[in-house]
């Protein structure tokens, strides 16, 4: 039992409930949440180590919810790509995989469910980062007395040592920089002990986009071809990135006509490449210095800010989030004129005077991703263009989480709360018309930075596709 005390001093993993005994299980069960992937899976690891010690086999539980807010036909089908090729994975490895969709009784009656029938020594959980720090405890209740592991699989550092809400990169980079030496390492896939080679459970259903047939699903915004879903394509995505971009990123990654970021973000949202995987790549890749820190920032240090936000920061989908000094200055200037306000059909239809903002607008709705330079000008003009900064917010909220396979992420409500709010970000000066001291940007000061010209004539001045007719 050496090794159950050693996960217990481990900062990646909290417990509820005493260390298991096998003689009480016929399993280890992972209930599989974010980290939806076979390798280099802190949580899948940490279950198997424990069943490993009880010599037992380890099972991953999978609950497909159809009924979570924007999970339409573009998001469902690009997650079940991703969990058919992982549980082949799982196979291979001798783990078993058991997918039920959500009964509409919630997620810790479906637990307490699969926990009764497959009777877990232990229950191992991936941390949800759109929930706050403790919020997992609330499912020990369900478990049967059993210890309920939960293990941080998406994050380097764990969320618990970054401590409170931090205010801005500046606050957090340090104490994330401390930690790296000791948390950036691989994780290491080791063999399990004993396979699960039980029969299926009842009412399961195999990982596949096949199952979507027969859900009734939100189907108006439909799959895209631009990004496959599984964690082949991520490694493919990944190795092109490090080949053809990563030498050019610091650079060129803030020119959206260059493709020079990984496009990386829907693999990652989705678990299914962890962010030990593409850091460890990066860190080690032939490629300059500058390049390598620059992606290394925005990888580790923005992306966990972002996730640090959402843990603590219980607003995070509404404006109320944003800080003081913004909320503020925004409502100062909430009766300024707008010169010109669109309805949130509009922008959806990307049918707003700016050619710039709709061919954003058109690469997210058709493709399922928006480079990240657009973002920010796409969220500033919503602001600018819409009744209230509460409406702009909400508005931009529901589109990027609908459309974005990237969507519904801490990354995409910290950049919302940025560009909209002022998060992470600072008063600008001069004060502006309804942007108050938030900062601003042009079309034209944009224009200047990279050829919009190409932009537009990738996204704006090719065919409708059928997603916008
Ligand atoms: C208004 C707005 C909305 C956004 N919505 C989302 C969203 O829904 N989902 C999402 O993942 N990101 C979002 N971002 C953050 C960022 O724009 C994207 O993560 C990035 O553009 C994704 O492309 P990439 O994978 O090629 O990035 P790369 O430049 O290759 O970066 C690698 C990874 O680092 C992380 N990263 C990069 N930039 C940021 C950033 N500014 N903040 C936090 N993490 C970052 C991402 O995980 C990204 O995949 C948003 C930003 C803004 C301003």
Redesign the pocket.
């Known amino acids: 039992m050496k090794l159950l005390e050693e996960l217990r001093g481990d900062p990646r993993i909290a417990i509820a409930g005493e260390a298991p005994a096998a003689a009480e299980g016929r399993c280890v069960l992972y209930w599989m949440r974010r980290a939806q992937r076979a390798y280099d899976n802190p949580a899948l690891e940490s279950a198997i180590q424990i069943a490993n010690e009880l010599r037992l086999p380890v099972l991953v539980y999978f609950r497909l919810n159809p009924r979570h807010p924007h999970a339409n036909a573009r998001h469902l089908t690009f997650m079940l790509q991703g969990l058919e090729e992982t549980a082949q994975e799982l196979a291979k490895r001798r783990i078993g995989i058991a997918m039920r969709i959500a009964n509409g009784l919630g997620a810790a009656n479906d637990l307490a469910r699969i926990a009764g029938e497959v009777r877990p020594a232990a229950i191992v959980i991936d941390r949800d980062p759109l929930k706050p720090l403790d919020a997992w405890r609330g499912m020990a209740g369900v478990c049967g007395g059993r210890p309920l592991y939960c293990v941080d699989a998406d994050m380097i550092v764990p969320a618990a040592q970054l401590g409170r809400e931090h205010y801005a990169a500046r606050t957090i980079r340090p104490r994330i920089h401390e930690r790296l030496e000791r948390f950036l390492q691989p994780i290491g896939n080791r063999a399990v002990r004993v396979a699960w080679h039980a029969e299926p459970l009842a009412d399961t259903v195999a990982p596949s986009a096949a199952v979507l047939e027969s859900l009734e699903i939100d189907r108006s915004a439909g799959p895209v071809a631009e990004f496959p879903g599984g964690g082949a394509a991520a490694r493919s995505c990944l190795r092109r ?1 490090l080949r053809d971009r990563l030498p050019r ?1 610091a650079s060129e ?1 803030n020119r959206p006509e260059k493709d020079a ?5 829907p693999y ?2 989705y678990g299914q490449i962890g ?1 030990h995987t ?1 850091a460890l790549a990066a860190r080690d890749a032939e490629a300059p210095e500058e390049d390598r820190r620059a ?1 290394l920032e ?2 580790i240090v ?2 966990e ?2 996730i640090n936000f959402t843990i603590y920061n219980r607003r995070f989908r509404q404006i109320e989030g944003c800080e003081r000094w913004a909320l503020r200055s925004l409502s100062a200037h909430r009766g300024d004129p707008r010169e010109r306000v669109y309805s949130e059909r509009q922008f959806d239809n990307a049918q707003t005077h700016d050619p710039l903002w709709n061919a954003a607008q058109r690469q997210m709705v058709e493709s399922g ?4 330079y657009m ?2 000008y ?2 500033k003009k919503i602001l600018e263009w819409s009744r209230s900064p509460r409406a702009a917010y909400e508005v ?1 909220v529901r589109l ?2 609908r459309y ?1 396979l ?11 709360a ?2 909209i709010g002022g998060k992470h970000d600072r008063a600008w000066g001069p004060e502006r018309p309804v942007y108050g001291m938030i900062r601003y940007m042009s079309a034209a000061g944009a224009g200047r930075k990279f050829d919009r010209r190409a932009y537009l004539a990738r996204w704006l001045e090719r065919p409708l596709s059928e997603a916008f007719k």
């Open positions: 990135f990123y990654r970021t990984s496009g990386l973000s990652l949202h962010p593409v992606f925005e990888l923005r992306r800010l972002a991703w928006m480079h990240g973002r920010m796409w969220a931009a990027n989480d974005e990237d969507g519904r992420d801490p990354n995409g409500y910290a950049g919302i940025w560009a």
